[in-house]
Structures are given as C-alpha cells and as structure tokens.
C-alpha cells in the first residue's frame, strides 16, 4: 500500500513535468517552474508571439509601399506581320523593370478593420495563454498538495506501524513469559 501512494505520487509530480519542482522549497517556486517549463503554455505563448507579428504585417498597410519588378527573357512572336513570312516567326529577346511607389489613401477602411481584427486575435491569444497557464497552475497545486499530503499519510502509516510493531513485541512478550493467553498472541 505504501509503495502505490509513493509510486502514485512520483507518477502525477512526473506527469506534469516539474519533478524538480517538487522538491523546491515553497508551493509558488514549484508552480512558476511548472508553468514557465510546460509545453502546452509555451506553446500558447508562441502562437501569441505569432499572432503579434500579424498585427505588425497588418498595421504595414498604412505605411508607403516600394515595389521593383525586372523581367528578362526570351520571346517567340507570331503575329500578322510574322504570319506573311511562312517559317520566320521572330524570336526576341525582352528586358524590362519598373519601379513603383504607392501609398495608400482610402480603401474603404480595410486596412483599419485589419488591423482591429488581428488585434482581437492577439486579446484572443493572451487570454488563451493566461487560461492555459492557470490550468496548469492549479494542476501544480493540486499535485504538489498531493504530495505533501501523502507525505503526511506516509508518516502516519510509518508511526502506525511502528506502534503496532510494538505492541506485537509485548504481547508476545507476555504470551512467552506465561502471563498472556496464546489466543492474544494468535490474534
């Protein structure tokens, strides 16, 4: 019995992740390593840090734009000109680039709406975090408590036994010397 409590205990401390942190000296330090050290929150909190930069590609949209395009390559034409002379279409060799800047001015508010959009993403996304880690926290807690508490039932079996142990060794002691009854001994 007292080997399922202790292998009951190792196993809940094990499954959360802070087998270290059971053993730290008070219940916050075991639930900040839990929490800070849990794959789950950690992968909340970066899904967070996503959904952040997507707030910063969406307020992009007020800000001015600088595209280049470059095109080279070659080209085989065959229009009316080409057409009169029967196998001599033209082959042709094109390079071309631009350069454009713009800046935008009003489109409807899209932008705007963008932008309070992945911003309700990003609220959405902290709070998700924030749930998640006080899952995880009441977790630790509760196992933490789990162990302390069978600590204590570990203690009390152990001052059980050894009260029992005791009296064993007197009755016994009494059944040898002929003052108790074997019956006592027996039971």
């Not at 202790?6 to 059971?22: E, P």
């Not at 734009?65 to 080279?72: C, E, I, P, Q, T």
């Amino acid at each position: 019995m007292k080997e399922k409590i202790i292998v009951l205990a190792v196993s809940v401390i094990c499954q959360l992740g802070f087998a270290g942190a059971a053993y730290s000296a008070t219940l916050s330090e075991a639930v900040d390593q839990t929490i800070k050290s849990n794959p789950d929150v950690l992968i909340d909190a970066n899904r967070k840090l996503s959904v952040d930069e997507a707030v910063k590609g969406a307020k992009g949209g007020y800000y001015p734009k600088v595209n280049l395009n470059l095109g080279y390559g070659r080209e085989w034409s065959e229009n009316t000109t080409t057409r009169n002379r029967p196998g001599q279409d033209d082959t042709l060799t094109r390079a071309e680039s631009g350069l454009t800047l713009s800046q935008m001015l009003y489109d409807g508010f899209a932008t705007k709406s963008e932008v309070d959009r992945q911003q309700a993403r990003l609220s959405s996304a902290a709070r998700k975090v924030m749930g998640t880690s006080e899952q995880i926290g009441l977790k630790a807690v509760e196992a933490y408590l789990d162990v302390l508490r069978y600590s204590e039932l570990l203690a009390l079996a152990q001052a059980n036994l050894e009260t029992h142990d005791k009296t064993y060794a007197q009755i016994k002691l009494r059944s040898q010397g002929g003052i108790g009854r074997k019956a006592d001994f027996d039971q």
